[in-house]
């Protein structure tokens, strides 16, 4: 009888701990992935969006990945993989890499619409232990740079759009201070030299294959955000960064004049008097010449995109009213949405452009 | 009976290494790798290289890394691969006014000046992410990561790749993958 007794419960304890490790095994039901590919100055922005976005939807796994703009599409459109969600630095990029662009075995472009969404502008990054912080402001600025003893942080202008922006800030700047020679002073000289051509409408500015300052007194690295590690440690006194990155990361920030700072719509005009023109070819894909114009974030849903609902109800959610309390929390400038071509608009979005977001 | 049953069972043991030591055998080795190198000279000079003549070159193995734009470490790994200054050796060398262009079949290329070539790349340490001192540095050709043929992902076949003694992390745009040209130019 005993016996018997300690056999039956063996036996529920045994189907007690199968069941369990059953259910363990099954695990809950398997979210869904919605990736969000975006340039790295977004990332803050968007790194909050993804936790409210998944709040609002618990079975929902949004995965951002920030990289280069140019990168972000690549990854489309070049290494084929599948992405919910472009989101870049320069709206440009997306017609010239995607429209253009077939997906593989079919006639189809990767994206026949855009969406501008976002701005910002360029300055100068310091901290408090930067040296002459107490005398620079909009009007000197580039003669404090200009010094001997102050060492400037630039991004690589062949490697980050921050690079040829800040370029252009500088060249821009001659015509609006009246001092042609503030491009080469603030720079110094590069070994091959950066050389400007210029007509009566436009400049050029030719950036050679190798970005090499002949001194120590300008510091080149592959991207702004580099940078942000000198100012922090004093390995440099001032970087050209863009607003929202510096503001992000509590560094001091001064805004220069909406006539060179590429974040005006209404200077476009002036922004158009020079473009940066890269002297080799990095991506077989790109278009090596950037005009100066203001800066404009675009986001599109590529057309092989895993799961376009989402994607859809993703910038939905990014343009609505907790998109735009993110972003403003983060620094960053929302645009009034709008459409390049939007009669190809997915039809919820499209209300929403109409709409103004 | 007792000494028939150890006999089946060392027979089924017997043949069941067997089974797992010809999986091993014919798993585990690398499937053939139909892959191009063209190296070009400042004079013109070409040279094909398919990857089983570079695997034959004399080798380095080093340790080093990279990081995204937006700051994710990876790395650093064990890897093996030809010296860049030795593969451009073949076609007439690099010379201190020249620039060594690297590109991929994906339509990617980064240029190199000398001085980068002969150690002047900036190194990042892995944990913190800031700049690094670093002292012998090589810029490789790599085959191998961790002791196995790379990964299509890490660039299969050939990836270039930043390392040197104190398995420090450079920016990601160096490590090009999937290389099949290497260009030595002339600045002048």
Same mark, same amino acid.
């Given at each position: 009888?005993?016996?018997?007794?300690?056999?039956?419960?063996?036996?529920?304890?045994?189907?007690?701990?199968?069941?369990?490790?059953?259910?363990?095994?099954?695990?809950?039901?398997?979210?869904?992935?919605?990736?969000?590919?975006?340039?790295?100055?977004?990332?803050?922005?968007?790194?909050?969006?993804?936790?409210?976005?998944?709040?609002?939807?618990?079975?929902?796994?949004?995965?951002?990945?920030?990289?280069? +703009?140019?990168?972000?599409?690549?990854?489309?459109?070049?290494?084929?993989?599948?992405?919910?969600?472009?989101?870049?630095?320069?709206? +440009?990029?997306?017609?010239?890499?995607?429209?253009?662009?077939?997906?593989?075995?079919?006639?189809?472009?990767?994206?026949?619409?855009?969406?501008?969404?976002?701005?910002?502008?360029?300055?100068?990054?310091?901290?408090?232990?930067?040296?002459?912080?107490?005398?620079?402001?909009?009007?000197?600025?580039?003669?404090?740079?200009?010094?001997?003893?102050?060492?400037?942080?630039?991004?690589?202008?062949?490697?980050?759009?921050?690079?040829?922006?800040?370029?252009?800030?500088?060249?821009?700047?001659?015509?609006?201070?009246?001092?042609?020679?503030?491009?080469?002073?603030?720079?110094?000289?590069?070994?091959?030299?950066?050389?400007?051509?210029?007509?009566?409408?436009?400049?050029?500015?030719?950036?050679?294959?190798?970005?090499?300052?002949?001194?120590?007194?300008?510091?080149?690295?592959?991207?702004?955000?580099?940078?942000?590690?000198?100012?922090?440690?004093?390995?440099?006194?001032? +970087?050209?960064?863009?607003?929202?990155?510096?503001?992000?990361?509590?560094?001091?920030?001064?805004?220069?004049?909406?006539?060179?700072?590429?974040?005006?719509?209404?200077?476009?005009?002036?922004?158009?008097?020079?473009?940066?023109?890269?002297?080799?070819?990095?991506?077989?894909?790109?278009?090596?010449?950037?005009?100066?114009?203001?800066?404009?974030?675009?986001?599109?849903?590529?057309?092989?995109?895993?799961?376009?609902?989402?994607?859809?109800?993703?910038?939905?959610?990014?343009?609505?009213?907790?998109?735009?309390?993110?972003?403003?929390?983060?620094?960053?400038?929302?645009?009034?949405?709008?459409?390049?071509?939007?009669?190809?608009?997915?039809?919820?979005?499209?209300?929403?452009?109409?709409?103004?977001? | 009976?007792?000494?028939?049953?150890?006999?089946?069972?060392?027979?089924?043991?017997?043949?069941?290494?067997?089974?797992?030591?010809?999986?091993?055998?014919?798993?585990?080795?690398?499937?053939?790798?139909?892959?191009?190198?063209?190296?070009?000279?400042?004079?013109?000079?070409?040279?094909?290289?398919?990857?089983?003549?570079?695997?034959?070159?004399?080798?380095?193995?080093?340790?080093?890394?990279?990081?995204?734009? !937006?700051?994710?470490?990876?790395?650093?790994?064990?890897?093996?691969?030809?010296?860049?200054?030795?593969?451009?050796?073949?076609?007439?060398?690099?010379?201190?006014?020249?620039? !060594?262009?690297?590109?991929?079949?994906?339509?990617?290329?980064?240029?190199?000046?000398?001085?980068?070539?002969?150690?002047?790349?900036?190194?990042?340490?892995?944990?913190?992410?800031?700049?690094?001192?670093?002292?012998?540095?090589?810029?490789?050709?790599?085959?191998?990561?961790?002791?196995?043929?790379?990964?299509?992902?890490?660039?299969?076949?050939?990836?270039?790749?930043?390392?040197?003694?104190?398995?420090?992390?450079?920016?990601?745009?160096?490590?090009?993958?999937?290389?099949?040209?290497?260009?030595?130019?002339?600045?002048?």
């Amino acid at each position: 009888m005993i016996r018997r007794a300690g056999i039956v419960v063996i036996s529920i304890i045994a189907v007690t701990v199968l069941a369990a490790g059953l259910t363990a095994c099954a695990g809950a039901p398997e979210k869904i992935n919605v990736r969000v590919l975006c340039a790295g100055s977004l990332m803050v922005p968007l790194n909050n969006l993804e936790a409210a976005f998944e709040a609002r939807h618990p079975d929902i796994d949004v995965l951002t990945e920030g990289h280069g +703009s140019i990168q972000v599409i690549r990854y489309v459109t070049e290494l084929h993989e599948e992405v919910d969600v472009v989101a870049v630095a320069d709206h +440009s990029l997306i017609p010239m890499m995607m429209y253009n662009t077939r997906m593989p075995d079919t006639d189809k472009s990767y994206a026949d619409w855009y969406i501008k969404f976002a701005a910002n502008s360029l300055g100068i990054a310091y901290t408090a232990a930067s040296r002459h912080t107490g005398e620079i402001d909009a009007s000197n600025w580039y003669r404090v740079l200009a010094r001997p003893d102050i060492k400037v942080g630039i991004a690589d202008a062949r490697l980050d759009s921050c690079g040829y922006r800040a370029l252009m800030v500088l060249y821009l700047a001659g015509p609006y201070y009246r001092d042609s020679s503030i491009f080469r002073s603030v720079l110094g000289d590069f070994d091959p030299p950066l050389e400007i051509s210029e007509n009566d409408a436009q400049a050029a500015i030719a950036v050679p294959e190798i970005l090499r300052p002949a001194g120590k007194k300008i510091v080149v690295r592959g991207s702004s955000i580099r940078l942000l590690a000198l100012l922090e440690s004093g390995d440099i006194d001032y +970087s050209f960064e863009y607003r929202s990155v510096a503001e992000q990361h509590n560094l001091e920030f001064l805004a220069l004049p909406a006539e060179i700072n590429l974040g005006a719509n209404e200077m476009a005009d002036c922004y158009g008097q020079v473009i940066c023109r890269m002297d080799f070819q990095r991506f077989a894909s790109v278009q090596p010449e950037f005009a100066g114009e203001p800066i404009i974030y675009g986001a599109t849903i590529p057309a092989n995109a895993p799961h376009p609902a989402l994607a859809e109800e993703y910038i939905d959610f990014l343009l609505g009213d907790k998109g735009r309390e993110i972003f403003a929390a983060a620094h960053h400038p929302l645009v009034p949405p709008q459409a390049d071509r939007p009669e190809n608009l997915p039809p919820e979005l499209k209300t929403l452009v109409e709409n103004g977001g | 009976m007792g000494n028939r049953k150890w006999l089946i069972l060392a027979l089924v043991f017997g043949i069941a290494l067997v089974i797992v030591a010809f999986g091993y055998y014919f798993l585990d080795r690398p499937e053939p790798v139909n892959w191009e190198l063209t190296l070009v000279g400042k004079n013109g000079e070409q040279r094909l290289l398919g990857y089983d003549e570079i695997r034959r070159l004399p080798s380095l193995e080093a340790r080093g890394g990279f990081f995204t734009t !937006v700051g994710v470490v990876n790395g650093p790994y064990e890897v093996k691969g030809v010296p860049l200054h030795d593969l451009c050796a073949l076609v007439g060398g690099a010379g201190p006014e020249d620039l !060594v262009s690297v590109s991929a079949a994906d339509g990617y290329s980064m240029v190199f000046g000398s001085d980068q070539l002969a150690g002047g790349i900036e190194t990042y340490d892995p944990v913190t992410i800031h700049e690094a001192p670093h002292g012998k540095q090589v810029v490789l050709l790599i085959y191998e990561q961790e002791g196995r043929p790379l990964a299509e992902s890490d660039g299969r076949p050939l990836r270039l790749a930043v390392v040197g003694d104190e398995a420090l992390l450079t920016e990601g745009h160096n490590w090009v993958k999937w290389v099949n040209r290497i260009e030595v130019v002339s600045l002048d």
